[in-house]
C-alpha cells in the first residue's frame, strides 16, 4: 500500500499545466490599478498604475512605470521575465496572456500594494 501511495505521489501531475509567454509579447503598455492599506488608520489607497515595456533582450526587460496617488511619479525601470514571473525593482507580477497582477512593497503600505494590469497596446 506505501509504495502504491509513493508511486501517486511522485507521478501526478498538476491539474493546470504553467506554460512560459513569449517574452516578446510583453512589449507594449500595460495598464490597470494599484491599491494597499495605507499607514495604522486602515485607510484603502488607490490609483492609476501603467506599465510601458520597451524592450525585452533575453531574460531582462526594459521600460517605465507611471503611477498616479497623491500625485503622478514616472520611473524607468530594468527588471528580469522567467517565462512567467516579471520582477522589477521590489515588483513582482505574474503574466497570463494580457493580464498581469502581483504587488510591490511601498514605504508607508505595511503590507504592500496589489496591482492589476491589462495590456492595453
Known sequence: MLVVF????????PAVAQTSIDPQSLVGEWSGKWSGIWGTASTTLSGDYVL?????????????????????QKT?????????????G??????????MAGGRAVQDFPRGIKIDLTKEK
Open 90 to 99: 521590489n515588483a513582482e507580477l505574474i503574466v497570463e496572456g494580457n493580464h
Open 6 to 13: 509513493a508511486m501517486f505521489a511522485f507521478t501526478a501531475t
Open 52 to 72: 510601458r515595456i520597451r524592450k525585452v533582450e533575453g531574460e531582462k526587460v526594459f521600460g517605465e512605470v507611471e503611477w498616479t496617488g497623491r500625485g503622478t
Open 76 to 88: 524607468n525601470l530594468i527588471g528580469t521575465f522567467d517565462g512567467r514571473r516579471l520582477t522589477y
